[in-house]
């Protein structure tokens, strides 16, 4: 008999938990002469329980054998970034540091610069085939990157900025020139030089990319200055939807820094001609944790009763920036959840909870015991 529709599916049967392999035979099949046998070992190491901090050297020697090996070689580099931080020895990180080269394939080197990120480590053979990442057209790659140089950015200033003159500008991606400011900032003399090779070099540039990333950089650079002002001009004027989404991205990541010209953000809020553009201001306004004073609070409780439903949850993130500022919003947020249905109906009762500290219930308030 089949199942009524209301009727839910029954569960399925509960895997068979995998049987670790013993260390000896874990070491003899990473190092097998067979590549079948040593990526099914690779798997196993992989394992929850194994014991994979007893195969360090065994890794190693994994990694030279599997070279080739465009299945196995990400799963070395995945399990070397396993191994426990306390563990790792100079010789894990120097296989790290080959596993990032520009030969591999790009999966591998993505695992690998993950993997030094969590042993907190970056061998000066390591940097410049990281920096070189910065550049590369894969976002995430990109990111992984900034995150894997940015501790040492200072120390190894010379290969992002190496990086960053192997290209155009019109090359230059955001996460190269934040790692160029990175490693500037900490010194007066630097940070000069490093803004005057950036303003110089965006002369004639488009704004996308170039533009926008030597902004973000030099705002950056200096904790706002000239590079912040630039960008709160472009979210005033931009006319080109792209231009204003690059902009708004922008300021979103440069976080607090970018708080003094959230009235710039805020003002093109009261002129945003579209849901997207609507969704995106608001987005950068919370980033940036935008002061009270610079949220247009009428704006944000008329877009709480009115807007669809997809536009109401962004102006209830900015309405709960500052809860006490916004307590009175809490009449319009109660009316539109009761008329709201599921999942902004969620989303209303929660706004509602952390402007007023009441429980919102189906259509009812439960303000508590006293």
Known sequence: MS??????APSPPALPPVALWPLDVLKRHLV??????????????LQPGAPINDCIEPLIAAAALN????????????????????RATDALRDCLAGLVSGMHPLGVRI???????????????????VAMMLLLDDESARKIALHALSPF????????????????????????????SKSAKADAAARRTVEAYVMKSLAGQPLKPA?????????????????????????????????????????GQLGEIARPIARDVADRLL?????????LLCRALVQIKAHPGDIPFARVVNRIASAPD??????????????????????????????????????????????????????ATAAGSK
């Not at 695992?111 to 085939?129: G, I, V």
């Not at 200055?225 to 004027?237: C, E, F, H, R, S």
């Not at 009761?338 to 500290?357: D, G, R």
């Open 211 to 251: 533009g926008i990333a030597g902004y973000v950089a030099l705002a950056e650079l200096n904790s706002g200055g000239a590079g912040l002002v630039a960008l709160g001009a472009i979210v005033k004027q931009a006319t080109e939807p792209e231009h204003l989404e690059a902009a708004l991205n922008a300021i």
């Open 3 to 8: 199942n009524s529709p209301d009727t839910p």
């Open 271 to 279: 002129r945003a001609d579209s849901l997207e553009q609507e969704q």
């Open 111 to 129: 695992f690998a610069a993950h993997a030094l990120t969590r042993h907190a480590c970056m061998p000066a053979r390591a940097a410049p085939e």
């Open 153 to 180: 950015a200072r120390q190894f200033a010379a290969q992002i900025a190496g990086a960053v003159a192997s290209v155009t500008p019109e090359k230059w991606t955001s996460e190269a020139l934040a790692a160029l």
């Open 32 to 45: 097998s002469s067979d590549a079948h046998a040593r990526t099914h070992a690779l798997a196993m190491a």
């Open 310 to 363: 997809e536009n109401v949850l962004p102006h209830c993130m900015l309405a709960t920036l500052h809860p006490k500022d916004f307590a009175h919003a809490s009449v319009i947020v109660k009316k539109r959840f009761e008329l709201a249905e599921e999942p902004l109906k969620a989303a209303l009762a929660a706004t509602y909870k952390i402007l007023t500290q009441i429980d919102l219930i189906g259509g």
């Open 67 to 86: 070279l080739d090996d465009a299945r196995a070689l990400p799963l070395v580099a995945v399990a070397l970034g396993s191994i426990d931080p306390a």
